[in-house]
């Protein structure tokens, strides 16, 4: 009966079948899982030399109880495996929602989907996007033994529509420790490309012919992490679109795939952003959301900012929803932000849990503070709504701005100047009373933080100022006159 309670991500489950017994002797497993955690017994235990036992990673919510308890030193899973028979259940019916909704607003099929592909989803969701690329590109995997063997090509007038060509920008962690994964998407994509089909049929093949590289998976230089463009907005180091686009192409311009480690491609991914029609990412689960750091908008948002500039077009951004295997949903990337941005950010439940925490968990609400701003500074999808919100909540609210002077000044400081700064680079059209109300708790803050050091000096203001290198150029000759 637990095992009927705990469903495997993509498998289907008739609720009839499973009794309130069941519900109860699932949840009653569950707390014994974690009242047994150990997480600091643990890992003392190995700081002094001892053996900590292996266990299972993964999420309880995505049907994986054999996690619990925690204290264990846990590995990850058979990337070969990758994608199982249950993601790509789930994969393909997420290609198809994708293609049916752009199909739908567009009236026409994406000839090519920029995405952003994350080591969880093979550790969390046993590479349901990985699944969705194959889809899309009209390949389906072939097992044996439970393990990813090969991939058969769906005939393309079995498929019903165009095969769709993919620019992947591959995280780090999932680049080092899946390599095999992205071997596989690799070897789909030149098998596609090399299809003798109508190339209105075959948009890998289309793109192919007309810049003589299959290069699809990119990713930052190798041994390296991070997209740049989430340092560029936090430094205030950008001035427009255009400068988003050029950092995120010199950070990730290096192409991977089978016998191609991190080659240098900067023009390579160029060439594919400036086919693209939507980007594209997805969420597994609401243990992490597209607010919790900075790489979503720094990658998903990044990758946008360079479609639509290298593209010279809009080019519309998605979010997709697998928390429920039986309810896969798309939505674009501004609901998406609104959804998270109200259930959690917003959510005074959630701000009281972050309260109890003090001085990290304003630390915390300031950091999400500041990935609403860079999701706007990259792609424009944030309302004016949300930063009004945000700002009544927690710079104007009587409570919490108190809340944030006993346990963090620095973090309230950091909000007053994230808001300012979307509102002085047009960002973010604000009334006129929450705009001086904002403008006068700011420098209030400054006072707050200048007591606290007990020092006194002038008092350096919120403005940002992006210095280009021709400003710098100019700076250099003036200062050796």
Not at 267 to 296: H, I, P, R, W
Request: proline share 4%.
């Amino acid at each position: 009966p637990v095992e009927a309670a705990h469903r495997a991500p993509g498998e289907r489950l008739n609720y009839s079948d499973v009794s309130l017994d069941a519900v109860v002797e699932a949840v009653r497993d569950l707390s014994a899982r974690i009242d047994a955690s150990d997480e600091i017994g643990g890992l003392l235990h190995g700081l002094d030399g001892g053996f900590v036992r292996p266990g299972p990673s993964g999420l309880v919510t995505r049907g994986k109880p054999e996690v619990l308890p925690t204290g264990r030193n846990f590995y990850s899973l058979d990337p070969f495996r990758v994608p199982t028979p249950a993601a790509w259940r789930v994969g393909s019916r997420l290609a198809d929602l994708l293609l049916s909704r752009y199909l739908d607003e567009e009236g026409a099929y994406p000839e090519n989907v920029a995405m952003y592909w994350m080591a969880s989803d093979i550790m969390w969701a046993d590479g349901e996007q990985c699944a969705q690329v194959l889809a899309l590109l009209g390949c389906e995997p072939v097992w044996r033994e439970g393990r990813v063997r090969s991939f058969t090509i769906v005939p393309v007038e079995d498929l019903g529509r165009p095969r769709i060509d993919v620019t992947i920008r591959t995280s780090g962690i999932l680049r080092d420790n899946f390599y095999s994964c992205i071997e596989l998407i690799d070897d789909a994509v030149r098998a596609v490309a090399a299809l003798d089909e109508p190339e209105e049929m075959n948009y890998v093949r289309k793109h192919t012919r007309a810049s003589g590289s299959t290069d699809r998976i990119f990713g930052s230089r190798p041994g390296t992490y991070g997209n740049g463009v989430s340092l560029a907005v936090y430094a205030s180091a950008w001035k427009d679109e255009a400068e988003i686009a050029d950092v995120f192409l010199r950070w990730n311009g290096y192409a991977y795939g089978r016998g191609r480690y991190g080659a240098a491609s900067e023009e390579g991914l160029s060439s594919q952003l400036s086919s693209v029609a939507m980007t594209f990412n997805k969420t597994a689960t609401d243990e992490y959301d597209l607010l919790g750091c900075c790489c979503y908008f720094g990658t998903h948002g990044g990758l946008t900012a360079a479609a639509r500039t290298l593209g010279g077009r809009d080019v519309p951004a998605y979010y997709g929803d697998t928390r429920d295997a039986d309810r896969v949903a798309i939505r674009s990337l501004a609901d998406e932000v609104r959804r998270v941005a109200r259930t959690k950010l917003l959510n005074p439940k959630w701000i009281e849990g972050m309260r109890r925490h003090g001085y990290k968990g304003a630390g915390d609400i300031a950091r999400r503070v500041g990935t609403v701003y860079g999701w706007e500074a990259t792609t424009g999808e944030v309302d004016d709504r949300i930063f009004d919100e945000i700002t009544r909540t927690f710079v104007l609210d009587p409570e919490m701005k108190r809340f944030f002077e006993e346990e963090n000044p620095w973090a309230f400081e950091e909000i007053g100047r994230r808001l300012l700064e979307a509102y002085g680079r047009g960002l973010w059209k604000p009334d006129d009373d929450v705009i001086d109300g904002l403008k006068e708790a700011y420098l209030e803050a400054e006072g707050w933080m200048e007591d606290s050091m007990g020092s006194s000096g002038e008092v350096q203001g919120g403005a940002i100022h992006a210095i280009s290198l021709a400003d710098l150029d100019e700076w250099r000759k003036n200062d050796r006159k």
